[in-house]
């Protein structure tokens, strides 16, 4: 008998490492035959998404209750908290699986957001609640297994991210983006690509980039490409390139996938001066992309980059940040060998191999 | 570049290089002693003083309330549990229908008028660059970066001379004695 495997995200939304990582899953678990019924259901998500999810309060209506429902299986994916969800999993039957994504430290937004910060924490709480009913959990990497047994659990297994960090490549680039990048940016380009949140620090990154720019290499662009979800937060980084007179950095917000693409393209060096990582795609298809990479050893990034990345020691040093980017721009020798190790390293994490091991994991409880 | 020779870099020995090189170059002065907590401390500034509030839900309340901003003789309902009821509503409704047109288009006008009130708070409120002390602030860190970044070109300028002087020395010490 098939069983009924749903999974379950607070938001969604095009584009977002979560969202992507459900719909390959979903994709995955309907190769299984022994997985029925598999829909991935959202508390909130964008319009744009309507065909793919269903929203939360239609699970009753859309999943009715059978003899069998304590044998099926709920997949949540956690990386944020949200009431109504917990609420939502404390009364369902089902085996719960919990594939954790991290919840980022809240102490880092408290100044811009109180009220993301309480969600963030109450994401914690809310998880650790949940403990008892759980079934089995995964984490996608080492760094987010040892956060989530921090929170109580055991035997957490690391499940790679199903991740197709390759896709972009296979897009067209945006000819107007292209176009801008390749007739009005002028000189190598430094690429960040990721929301521009505290944990993430951009304000560092914008110093290394001011470093630079001053006492090594002054014509370098540095383009960083995210959604700002803090207003506050991306106001007092606009400041900052204002107020340092930086004209080559460049705040690009949220982009489509075919201008992401010719970003990625253009960029000579991906950089993140990131503290706080469960995963980070973006090293990876910057790898994809042949970019080489630098970044802070913090977080999962060293699991992720393993040895393909320019990886400085975690303190907030903009100093040293500056000069391995003038090294890298300056070295082309250096550059072609972290492209050549980043795409050894991609290989590692071929989404086919990824949706293997969770199915691998999926497979005991069905 | 062949994978092998990929392999050969030491990416390790490349990080020592660098902090080496960090090392000489704040030893020469090239980077100026407090450049990282000067940075530091001019964010910590902006984030105090200068970042905007965040009006994303006042402005998500105000488009909600546009939708139940919409009055009209329509939304007034007729309905009725007694017998016939629903029929007298009706005929009352009918009767004083252009009175009650006539406030419902009086509540329409005060609403749209408050709503924009409303609109017009928080496109205030959202400039802070318009509030004359933010500015002063503003310029006063202007001020504040030109000031450092004269300080270190002569910090530059001291450290280049100190290199020449030392280099005269050099040339001056290799000079054979004179016979």
């Not at chain 1, 204002?242 to 489509?256: F, K, M």
């Amino acid at each position: 008998m098939s069983r009924r495997v749903h999974q379950v995200v607070v938001s969604a939304s095009a584009g977002d490492a979560v969202t992507n990582e459900a719909l390959a899953m979903r994709s995955a678990l309907r190769t299984l035959g022994a997985v029925g019924e598999c829909e991935i259901f959202a508390r909130y998500h964008e319009p744009a998404l309507a065909g793919e999810v269903v929203p939360l309060d239609e699970y009753a209506r859309r999943s009715p209750p059978t003899a069998a429902a304590g044998e099926d299986v709920l997949v949540v994916h956690a990386s944020i908290g949200e009431p109504a969800v917990a609420e939502f999993l404390a009364g369902r039957p089902e085996r719960i699986v919990v594939v954790y994504h991290n919840i980022s430290p809240s102490e880092s937004f408290r100044p811009y957001d109180p009220a993301f910060a309480d969600l963030l924490d109450g994401g914690r709480r809310e998880l650790a609640e949940l403990r008892p009913r759980v079934a089995m959990a995964l984490a996608d990497s080492a760094f987010n297994a040892a956060d989530l047994e921090s929170m109580g659990y055991h035997d957490v297994r690391v499940s790679p991210l199903v991740v197709d960090a390759a896709a972009l490549t296979r897009i067209e680039p945006d000819p107007g983006t292209a176009h801008h990048l390749a007739e009005v940016v002028e000189g190598p380009v430094l690429l960040h690509v990721g929301q521009l949140l505290p944990h993430k620090r951009p304000d560092l990154l914008v110093q290394a980039y001011h470093v630079l720019t001053t006492y090594l290499e002054p014509e370098v662009r540095l383009v960083l490409v995210g959604p700002g979800r803090l207003p506050r937060y991306r106001a007092a980084v606009q400041h900052y390139v204002h107020e340092l007179s930086l004209p080559g950095a460049w705040l690009a917000g949220p982009v489509s996938d075919a201008a992401l693409a010719a970003f990625y393209r253009r960029a000579d060096v991906f950089v993140t001066a990131s503290g706080h990582e469960g995963f980070c795609v973006p090293v990876l298809e910057a790898m994809a992309f042949g970019v080489p990479v630098v970044a802070r050893a913090c977080g999962a990034i060293p699991e992720t980059a393993g040895d393909a990345a320019l990886l400085l020691p975690p303190g907030d040093d903009p100093v040293l940040l500056a000069e391995a980017l003038a090294t890298l721009l300056d070295d082309a020798d250096l550059r072609a060998s972290l492209a050549a190790r980043g795409r050894e390293r991609l290989d590692d994490f071929d989404p086919a191999r990824s949706a293997a091991v969770f199915l691998g994991h999926v497979a005991e409880l069905v | 570049m062949a994978d092998d020779a990929a392999r050969d870099v030491d990416l390790d020995e490349v990080i020592a290089r660098m902090q080496a090189r960090v090392a000489e170059r704040r030893r020469s002065g090239a980077y100026p002693e407090g450049l990282e907590s000067d940075l530091e401390e001019h964010f910590r500034r902006i984030v105090a003083h200068r970042a905007s509030p965040d009006f994303t839900d006042v402005r998500a309340r105000i488009a909600a309330l546009d939708g139940r901003s919409r009055f009209g003789l329509d939304r007034i309902p007729a309905t009725s549990q007694r017998p016939g009821g629903q029929a007298l509503h009706a005929a009352v409704a009918k009767v004083v229908a252009r009175q009650t047109a006539g406030v419902l288009d009086q509540v329409q006008e005060y609403a749209d008028g408050v709503r924009d009130v409303l609109v017009g708070i928080v496109a205030a409120l959202e400039d802070p660059e318009g509030h004359v002390h933010a500015d002063l602030v503003g310029q006063l860190d202007a001020v504040l970066e030109r000031l450092t970044a004269a300080e270190r070109r002569a910090v530059a300028a001291e450290a280049a001379l100190a290199a020449l002087a030392g280099r005269v020395e050099a040339m001056e010490a290799a000079v054979p004695p004179a016979p």
